[in-house]
């Protein structure tokens, strides 16, 4: 019963440089959420899909961050044109539907470094 | 606007000794409520949580937590600590009504060690 799958775990770019973060939710969940960490902080919401539908992006930074969630395939977190700034642990989650008491379970998480 | 207080960065306890992680709330409808534990380079795992009924939550590992509506509190606890339960924890709130956030909103974490 394989959990949130994200890869890859650990990734440097260099600045200018395009990151990509992949994540397959749980078997059976049909909506993505992913967050971001940032050192000594706590999770921050970046944006919550389901397929084909981005639902909520109000944690998305306005330029270079986009997310999509395909009827087939990952959920795709892009960062353009990376800078040291995006230097965080990006986590993926998923839980099976939209229900507000539905518990959300997380990946290990993709550690960007940006040199 | 919801959100989560952690009043503690760091709680330090000896361990076989009672434990208390401290979580306070604000939505503006009815909560949701959950503890994840964070281990080092490791993502979120999910402890319990607080949906509706009885206000004492017990999950994973021997934790709990207890739902006070009136102080706006879910407090993490276990009876007796493990060297093993040294970790991040981090309180969620999501807003139940309909015209809340789908967010799951996280404080910014608290820092237990237990100390042998």
């Known amino acids: 019963n394989a959990g949130v799958m994200q890869n890859p775990r650990h990734l440097v770019r260099r600045r200018g440089q395009e990151a990509r973060l992949r994540c397959s939710p749980m078997?059976?969940?049909?909506?993505v959420y992913w967050y971001r960490q940032l050192p000594e902080e706590g999770l921050k919401f970046m944006v919550y899909?389901?397929?084909?539908?981005?639902?909520?992006e109000s944690g998305m930074p306005k330029e270079r961050f986009s997310a999509e969630f395909p009827k087939e395939g990952p959920s795709i977190l892009r960062i353009q044109q990376v800078v040291r700034g995006d230097s965080a642990a990006y986590f993926c989650a998923s839980s099976p539907a939209g229900q507000r008491g539905n518990t959300i379970y997380f990946g290990e998480g993709s550690w960007l470094t940006v040199v | 606007a919801q959100s989560v207080a952690q009043p503690e960065d760091q709680v330090n306890v000896a361990e076989g000794n009672p434990l208390t992680v401290k979580c306070t709330y604000s939505v503006s409808g009815n909560p949701y409520l959950f503890w994840y534990v964070q281990y080092p380079n490791r993502g979120l795992q999910f402890l319990l949580k607080y949906i509706t009924g009885d206000n004492l939550v017990k999950g994973s590992y021997g934790f709990e937590a207890e739902f006070n509506k009136s102080q706006t509190s879910f407090h993490l606890k276990k009876p007796s600590a493990l060297v093993s339960d040294s970790a991040l924890y981090f309180c969620?709130?999501?807003?139940?009504?309909?015209?809340?956030?789908?967010?799951?909103?996280f404080g910014k974490g608290t820092k237990l060690s237990v100390i042998p």
């Open positions: 969620a709130v999501r807003d139940n009504s309909g015209a809340g956030s789908y967010q799951l909103t």
């Open positions: 078997k059976g969940h049909s909506h």
């Open positions: 899909l389901q397929k084909e539908n981005i639902i909520d």
